[in-house]
Nanobody, 124 residues
Framework: QVQLVESGGGLVQAGGSLRLSCAAS????????MGWFRQAPGKEREFVAT????????YYADFVKGRFTISRDNAKNTMYLQMNSLKPEDTAVYYC?????????????????WGQGTQVTVSS
């Protein structure tokens, strides 16, 4: 079975930073693209960022461009999301996910394994 475990969430003031991690096991990590999604209370889950299996390709949602950086360390089977200049509207549960292919994907349906999420709360 594939397991994904997020960590690094917490409470931070607006303008601050957090670094989320996603540790993966159960498959050949470098063969699959990964992604981050988030879900705020009362809202649908939305795409945040994705990274190709090799780590060479990345793509971001418009609302995080210039603030967030996705990366991965295939030797450690771990993906990261560095979040800077956080805003209250970034408050959500953040989920890591493993895609069905090695290519970057923005759609929820293109991911077949999901972590349980980590809470990020940004105060004003």
């Amino acid at each position: 079975q594939v397991q994904l475990v997020e960590s690094g969430g917490g409470l931070v003031q607006a303008g601050g930073s957090l670094r989320l991690s996603c540790a993966a096991s159960g498959r050949t990590f470098s063969n699959y693209a990964m992604g981050w999604f988030r879900q705020a209370p009362g809202k649908e889950r939305e795409f945040v960022a994705t990274i190709s299996g090799s780590g060479r390709g990345t793509y971001y949602a418009d609302f995080v461009k210039g603030r967030f950086t996705i990366s991965r360390d295939n030797a450690k089977n771990t993906m990261y999301l560095q979040m800077n200049s956080l805003k209250p509207e970034d408050t959500a549960v953040y989920y890591c996910a493993s895609a069905k292919t090695s290519y970057t994907n923005t759609r929820y349906s293109q991911y077949d394994y999901w972590g349980q999420g980590t809470q990020v709360t940004v105060s004003s």
